[in-house]
């Protein structure tokens, strides 16, 4: 991020388009207000919001007022490009939570919720809450600029700030074993262009996300993905003797006869299976069987060379 006035700047600009979207409607989806509604007793959205209003920090009221002031799929996606621009550290994101704080705290507008009928109403937030807010954004974690320019190129505008806001919120830190991993994913993935039907790319990012994740460091992309696979198909392996096994007797009837399964969703499992499948195509050229017999075996240090090809016939 740029120095001196030049950051000041951008800190102000992006409070104020953070401040804008508050003010014109924070979007909330019908599952959350019916939380919220189930929660309070009431049936209708705008009593249930003018209730958690007039005292928003209770203890039975702060929880709902944090689920509703809550930036959602498409806020991510709409400050996205706002965010990446300003490129924050820890310190900046801090100084951005204050500057959006102090907005609304000199009157200069008030928070609302967009709800799904298209009407809007107003939403508690206190100074804590929108600063709760911005830390949700993240503005600290914004994906590496390589990654961010294969998406500029591969995807259209909405798509790229949606898996920009996917990457930041991914919560991995970016080595370079990682930033390479997605580099090559999203550069060789399929486009919506072509013969070939285009690549499901969020499905898949948010798989690689995880599955980075879980691999830790270093990360050793062959192994890392020939583990993963080897206990995938364990887990189908057993989702499907339950599918048959429950496709002859019901679950009670199995459970009187002493089967004691644990629960595997088989669909789930297929779905992470081509995924993985997928990516190990797309970043080693690899098809799935080809990773099967993968091992790791640790041959001890080597101080040279000549120690190096002693060790080495070990193989």
Do not use: N
Request: hydrophobic share 50%; charged share 25%.
């Amino acid at each position: 991020m740029a120095k001196g006035g030049d950051r000041q700047a951008a800190l102000r600009g992006l409070a104020e388009r953070i401040a804008a979207v508050l003010e014109d409607g924070l979007p909330q989806d019908a599952a959350t207000l019916d939380v919220v509604l189930a929660a309070l007793g009431e049936s209708a959205a705008a009593a249930a919001l003018a209730r958690l209003a007039t005292d928003p920090e209770t203890s039975e009221h702060a929880p709902l007022a944090a689920l509703l002031l809550s930036p959602g799929p498409w806020t991510l996606a709409a400050l996205e490009p706002a965010l990446a621009a300003a490129d924050l550290d820890g310190a900046g994101a801090r100084e951005l939570a204050e500057a959006v704080a102090r907005h609304f705290a000199a009157g200069s507008g008030r928070v609302l919720a967009l709800l799904p009928d298209g009407s809007r109403a107003e939403l508690a937030a206190t100074d804590q809450g929108l600063r709760a807010f911005v830390r949700r954004l993240r503005p600290e974690a914004t994906a590496p600029a390589e990654l961010r320019g294969i998406l500029a190129r591969r995807c259209g505008p909405q798509q790229a700030a949606e898996l920009a806001a996917l990457l930041r919120h991914s919560r991995l830190d970016w080595t370079r074993e990682r930033v390479f991993f997605l580099a090559a994913l999203l550069e060789r993935a399929r486009s919506g262009g072509g013969g070939a039907a285009p690549d499901d790319l969020p499905g898949l990012v948010a798989w690689a996300t995880g599955f980075l994740d879980v691999s830790g460091l270093p990360l050793e992309p062959r192994p890392a993905l020939a583990r993963r696979r080897q206990a995938l198909q364990v887990q189908l392996r057993q989702a499907e003797f339950l599918e048959e096994a429950l496709a002859r007797g019901s679950y009670e009837v199995r459970m009187s006869q002493g089967m004691r399964l644990g629960h595997v969703h088989g669909p789930a499992v297929r779905v992470e299976l081509a995924h993985l499948e997928r990516a190990a195509a797309l970043v080693l050229g690899l098809t799935g069987e080809a990773l099967d017999g993968v091992g790791v075996r640790d041959l001890g240090w080597a101080e040279d060379a000549g120690e190096l090809l002693r060790l080495l016939p070990g193989l």
